[in-house]
């Protein structure tokens, strides 16, 4: 590991200030996923600012209904937090679908979505990577990429987002508040994560020094009927190969509202809209699930070995939705 | 760089000076000499350097010493102070729940956490519809639920089909 210096501040304004003036350093969070890449050389920074003790770490009500989460909330306090689980199930399932108890106790809420991508050339200082070293070249395309991309990749990069939390956060249109050089803003979370293009180093819309002080959840009522569901080569402890998050809001057979997400197939949580629209309005059948997931799909360009996505993510989804409508309310 | 931290372990106030890169999991071992915890992976993969934390179970190999100036620290050496086992070792011990014995003090220490933590009424994976219900009453433990909270921790000579009986031997309790 490259010798780093370490600093506290008082405050965000504070922390905000210090990593400002160090281009090459970075905010600690848990350290779950920073330390480990810092181990193994892919991440080289020459400060740690800690932020752990500088923005909440609890979930608070708010008066609309919606739920305002500490960036450094743990995971686990996050996952176990009745209020997630009576009204936001698909966040607990999503959370508790994640890492090792272990992990859930370190990794805090804003540091689950800046994780990098598990691609093993990102991970692998020793093979080529865009995301890592624009311009170096992307031997996941011709390699080994059955983790990977089949939607929103580009020529560049066909990394996939690992987290689950954010797929669920997707689904229920949260927001992200954050503190940076430039004052404060709050940016949908549908719009945090972007797709690689012609820049994959670059995950998110984040400036440099920009940090992550607080998620806030809108209220919705159907949310309480939600799920997440995540395939994956374990029982446990594994990324995902495809995660669906979804709630349905369902009256006499007919989908009155949906909201969907996908993970493991996109570089970043995939907002399923297409399949929401077809969905909204319609009778609450398998074919129709099954037309809508088919619908999101068809602009899924997979690579040899990751097209078993592409069926997978749609009976992943499918199944998801009929489980949601069939299950107790 | 170097920084000096304090940290209290199973008990024992410490006043060290660590470079900032060096994890808990290294200042236990390499400077303090408790070798309780092991080194398996180094990359929080494994749980085998697990302890506890304030209370709670974390992979040590992933926190900086720096970050956790005066922290409170438990490892598996710490859990039997003078000799007097835990009730969660005599478990592993009665149901012959290791071979080679290398990943136990991760195993014993997140078994420890894992059962207050289910005790507090923490869901899990497989706990699916105690999720919404979210009652907060303590989870019933059977070999599925401790599988799945245990997942964090490998153990490559797979005694697992004795570890998960001597961990539901003390839920039972």
Partial sequence: MRPFRYARADDVTGAVALLAESPDGAFLGGGTNLVDLMKLDVATPDLLVDVRRLTSDQVEELPDGGIRIGAATPNSDLAAHPLVRSRYPVLSQALLSGASGQLRN??????NLLQRTRCVYFQNVTTPCNKREPGTGCPAIDGHHRELAILGASPECVATHPSDFAVALVALD???HTEGPDGGRRIPITELHRLPGGEPHRDTVLAHGELITAIEVPPLAFATR??????RDRASYAFALVSVAAAVDMTDGIVRD?????????????????????????????????????????????????????????NTLTRTLLDLVDGPA | ?????????????????????TTLLDALRERLGNTSP?????????????????GRRVNSCLALAVA???????????????????????????????????????????AVAMLREAEAGWPSAVTLDGVAAGDGSRARLDADEIRERM?????????????????EELARR
């Fill in chain 2, 68 to 110: 956790h100036d005066g922290a409170e620290i438990v490892t598996a050496a710490g859990l039997a102070p003078d000799g007097e086992l835990h009730p969660m070792q005599r478990c592993f011990i009665q149901y012959d729940a290791f071979q080679c014995g290398y990943c136990t003090p991760g195993q014993v220490v997140s």
């Fill in chain 2, 38 to 54: 092991k080194k398996g992976c180094d990359h929080g993969q494994c749980g085998a350097c697990t302890i506890l934390l304030e």
């Fill in chain 1, 226 to 231: 939600s799920r997440y569901r995540k395939v």
């Fill in chain 1, 106 to 111: 370190l990794a805090t809420a804003g540091g």
């Fill in chain 1, 258 to 314: 949906v909201r969907i997400a996908l993970g493991g197939v996109a570089p970043k949580p995939w907002r399923a809209s297409r399949a929401e629209e077809l969905l909204r309005g319609g009778p609450a059948r398998e074919d129709r699930f099954r037309a809508a997931a088919e619908a999101e799909l068809a602009e899924a360009v997979p690579l040899p070995g990751n097209a078993f996505k592409v069926p997978l993510a749609r």
């Fill in chain 1, 174 to 176: 949260a927001t992200v």
């Fill in chain 2, 151 to 167: 997942s964090g921790n490998l153990c490559r000579c797979a005694a697992y089909a004795n570890i998960v009986p001597a961990i």
């Fill in chain 2, 1 to 21: 760089m170097d920084a000096e931290v304090s940290l209290r372990v199973d008990g024992t106030d410490h006043r060290v000076t660590v470079d900032t890169r």
